[in-house]
């Protein structure tokens, strides 16, 4: 990559930011949101900052208000030294000073693992300012036997470093904190297919210092100076609800404590069977689900609900309805999604359509007069998510999609409280991967139709990725053929975009078949949807001349889709056309930005008109002598459709685009590949621009079928 990897943007920023400082220690909170309730999710062990609630904080805050806060030792919080600083007591009261600072008078206090005890201690020693307690994965001082980890004292050396030997102070200061990191990090995941989990833990431990790290855990332990107060007598005496969540398989902490907590406050106790200790990050749709149950009802308890009119209307009395998910991140999506639809009308001329989408989708939606679910607005922002992860023309897209981990959960939640609401008969998913992989997680969800749609399968590692990058490829690969598996009823219909030959043949990893093999064996093939019918030559002048062409005319099309991550390139042609124009007599360059990317912010150059957003830009590919591209697969394949020649220049790093995209168009014959190095030479590029021009309409060999939408539609219209 061509540089390093930020934190990405949080899929909900917070409304407000401040910091409290108590006895000296600043303690940075966030709010999010403004609902009439209150919930303060605590910090836990230094290890781990707040961000750990990324994938709570986007959706509770859409119905509460939601306060979180770095704790002492952690995150941007100051680091005080010595174990006293850091006991239950010290963490409680800094909660309470976070409660006083942000205007918080009752919150439900929401405590993982650490923060459980903390949670306890601020109920009891301000039982007015607690509304209900929710514990997951508590790990706290109770008198729960483990002998797996006593055996090993945290303060005395042993003569070994293996299993739980590693929570050990000497070992940690002497050198062995990464070692140790590690461990703890896939301990707290037991779950399979947990790999970014893993390495968000580990990212975040390291900005806490070994040193900071001992003081922290003597102060949980009540050694060196510090107290520890026994936990059992508080949990007696805490009086709001409570609620304990615990995984069967946690391999920190065993089920019997979260058992002893819920029972020694008299709480409710979830089970979750088979997961492990982070359960918030790893399991994050029934976690969201569960503190917005325990928030709900505790609030209820406490207030008198508000009057509610509801109407049910019988089943046969019912227009069919679906809901379409169409990938923001581009363009391309968008029009054929709007073809299928329009398909799909033809078999029911009653059914509704409902579009969960957003920028840039949703303007192409409007302009054909679809109607955009109001919910959409609740959706995090993919596209500027995939803009922040590129630079220079290079988007690493299987890291970019792995990182846009709490996107996709606050994505998926709007998504699952829009079908709880809506009453569809049937939902189409066009790459909407949030989607389609939390129903397989959460499969009791599902309670309609659902169709997957794609145009690809199967990730692939870049050639520079090495052995990590293969591993991870192959693992998620893995996850997705166990999800198939086991519930194969999750989707009504898998229909790839193309045909078979279109899938690349290639392995999905180790010990796994093929990615050919293995999606004509799960898929149905619907043929490439282009929502277009390719002009004649005959209706080719005809639209040249409508567009303002002339005969004599050499015109370029330079555009690169529908993202913002296109600039370099629309740069790198800019620099060329001089040279172009030289070449080729009579050339003019129209240059396409798309909605993100603003026309003036690119260098000016004679011979060039420069467009934003072009409604029905096929119609200009089609018209055009010559077109330079992005490796984007829809403008691609509209080229081919076309017979325009064209030549593409591939995002490095962008695996579908580099393989997936560049395999299929090797196979219709259409287009050429250059890479993006070739390009930072302005002669060469113009040069490859006229050679293009010349020769590129006599190689095509395949024709790109025009019947795609309409049998897409009628692989789906059975399901409604």
Not at 71 to 77: E, F, I, Q, T
Not at 140 to 146: H, K, N, P, R
Not at 276 to 299: I, M, S, W, Y
């Amino acid at each position: 990559m061509s540089m390093e990897p930020r934190e990405p943007r949080p899929a909900r920023p917070p409304d407000r930011t401040g910091v409290a400082v108590r006895d000296g220690v600043r303690l940075p909170w966030a709010v999010h949101g403004s609902g009439a309730t209150s919930v303060l999710l605590l910090p836990t062990w230094s290890l781990v900052r707040s961000r750990f609630w990324k994938a709570q904080v986007p959706f509770l805050s859409r119905s509460f208000r939601v306060v979180t806060f770095d704790g002492r030792g952690s995150g941007d919080a100051d680091r005080p030294q010595g174990a006293a600083a850091y006991t239950d007591e010290q963490y409680a009261a800094d909660a309470a000073a976070v409660l006083d600072a942000t205007g918080t008078d009752r919150a439900v206090a929401v405590g993982y693992s650490c923060g459980a005890a903390w949670a306890v201690h601020l109920a009891v020693a301000r039982p007015g300012r607690v509304q209900g307690i929710v514990a997951i994965a508590p790990s706290c001082g109770l008198a729960v036997s483990m002998p797996e980890r006593e055996q090993y004292a945290w303060d005395r050396h042993h003569d070994t470093t293996e299993g739980w030997a590693k929570y050990n102070k000497e070992y940690w200061l002497g050198g062995g904190y990464d070692d140790y990191v590690d461990f703890f990090a896939r301990k707290m995941f037991t779950e399979p297919h947990s790999t970014k989990q893993v390495e968000d833990v580990v990212g975040w431990a390291h900005e806490v210092s070994p040193q900071t790290l001992a003081d922290t855990t003597a102060g949980r332990l009540g050694l060196e100076g510090a107290t520890r107060t026994p936990l059992d007598p508080l949990c007696e005496q805490v009086r709001c609800p409570v609620l304990v969540v615990h995984g069967t398989q946690d391999a920190v902490r065993p089920t019997a404590i979260g058992e002893r907590l819920a029972a020694l406050t008299g709480g409710e106790l979830v089970l979750v069977d088979g997961g492990g200790h982070g359960l918030p990050a790893r399991d994050p749709v029934r976690t969201n689900l569960l503190l917005r149950e325990f928030v709900e009802r505790t609030a209820a308890a406490e207030t008198r609900p508000p009057a509610r009119r509801r109407t049910w209307t019988r089943a046969q009395r019912r227009r069919r309805r679906a809901l379409y998910l169409s990938s923001p991140i581009g363009l391309g999506h968008a029009r054929r999604d709007l073809a299928v639809a329009q398909a799909l009308r033809e078999h029911h001329p009653d059914l509704e359509v409902d579009w969960l989408t957003q920028h840039p989708v949703t303007r192409v939606l409007a302009d054909a007069g679809e109607r955009v679910h109001p919910a959409s607005a609740w959706l995090a922002d993919e596209s500027a998510h995939v803009e922040d992860e590129a630079a220079d023309h290079d988007l690493h897209a299987f890291e970019a999609i792995r990182r846009m981990d709490e996107i996709m959960v606050n994505n998926f939640m709007v998504f699952a409280d829009v079908v709880a609401d809506g009453d569809y008969d049937l939902v189409v998913g066009d790459e909407a991967w949030d989607v389609d992989h939390f129903l397989h997680e959460n499969p009791e969800l599902k309670r309609f139709s659902f169709a997957w749609m794609t145009d690809f399968v199967g990730w692939v590692p870049m050639p520079d990725g090495g052995a990590r990058e293969a591993a991870l490829t192959a693992d998620y690969n893995a996850e997705m053929v166990e999800q198939r598996a086991r519930y194969g009823r999750v989707r009504d219909r898998s229909v790839f975009v193309g045909d078979p030959a279109d899938v690349v043949d290639l392995p999905l990893g180790p010990g796994l078949p093929g990615i050919r093999e293995w999606t004509e064996e799960n898929f149905d093939f619907a043929g490439y949807v282009t929502g277009f019918v390719p002009p004649t030559v005959a209706e080719r002048e005809e639209l040249r001349h409508r567009l303002g062409y002339g005969p004599d005319d050499v015109l370029c099309v330079v555009t690169v889709g529908g993202s913002g991550v296109g600039s370099p390139l629309l740069r790198r042609v800019l620099d060329a056309v001089p040279s172009a124009r030289r070449l080729v007599d009579g050339l003019h360059v129209l240059v396409v930005t798309g909605p993100r990317i603003d026309p003036a912010s690119l260098p000016r150059r004679a011979g060039v008109t420069y467009r934003g957003y072009v409604p029905e830009l096929y119609r200009h590919l089609a018209a055009c002598d010559l077109a330079v591209v992005q490796g984007g697969l829809t403008t691609c394949m509209e080229l081919a459709a076309a017979g325009t020649p064209f030549l593409y220049v591939p995002l490095r790093h962008h695996f579908e685009q580099n393989v997936h995209v560049r395999h299929r168009l090797e196979r219709y014959g259409a287009g050429r590949c250059v890479e993006y190095g070739e390009a930072s030479d302005p002669d060469a590029l113009a040069a490859a621009m006229v050679a293009e021009l010349s020769g590129g309409r006599d190689r095509r060999t395949l024709p790109v079928e025009t019947d795609g939408a309409a049998r897409a539609a009628s692989l789906l219209a059975a399901l409604l």
